[in-house]
């Protein structure tokens, strides 16, 4: 449908224009709350811009469905139910570490079509690295295959762990059992740690809000690289699904899932 190599060019020359160049130059003015806790700056916006219009020339009759929009219009998300190929962007993920001048931030974009994401694209502008995926072809960074971390006991997986969002008593009970396995850490950054998680450098991870700006791309490519994931009452992702679930658990293997799953998340 779309050839990766495409999106992946227009992402690097996007954050090569709109992005790195305010990177630790934003002014006073350059950020705002969009809602408590919730921040843009105009990296994101005109990264988003320059996004959408790129990647609707690239696929003509194409829907976009992009945080900014989403955030002024939730109805924007009706999209993602089109029978129409659907673009999913997320500008610059981890909006808070980029305003802060920290290093961990990317651009991520997918492609959707009726509920199965297609193309993944990750972009780490600091760092270089381009991550791309498309069904069915594996998944590769900077153009070398990158497969998950090998299968291996809880107590030796070091993962990513979500906890602020939805029913509390669950990350209660996550917190308690969590001395099972070794310290999780939060980039704050869905796109590293997808990245993180695809090349095997973490085993696993826990995301309760599932925005599909945050997670199409992702995981597509973890999916891709050979990993294994599923929401916790067992059903597989869609980037149309729900986006408040009582939680989302990757891992590099079904095997692995499971245990993961009966450390931290059954009930006693």
Known sequence: MVDPESVAAIAAETAATDIMPRFRQLATGDIRDKAPGDMVTVADEAAEATLSRRLRDLLPGALIVGEEAASADPAVLDRLSSDQPVWIIDPVDGTTNFAAGLP???????????GETRVACIHDPVHGDMALASRGDG???NGKPIRVAA???????FGTVKLRFGDRSL???IVERCQQVPPFVDLRCAALEYLALASGRLDYGLYRK?????HAAGMLLHAEAGGFARHLDGTAYRPD???QTDGM?????????????DILIAPS
């Open 139 to 141: 998944a590769t960074c």
């Open 104 to 114: 961990l931030f990317g651009v991520m974009v997918a492609l959707s079509c009726r």
């Open 151 to 157: 299968p291996k006991e809880p107590a030796h997986m």
């Open 241 to 243: 699904g729900p986006r």
């Open 210 to 214: 599932l925005a599909p700006w945050d």
């Open 249 to 261: 658990l990757i891992a590099s293997d079904e095997a692995s899932w499971t245990a993961l799953y």
């Open 171 to 173: 990350p209660l009970r």
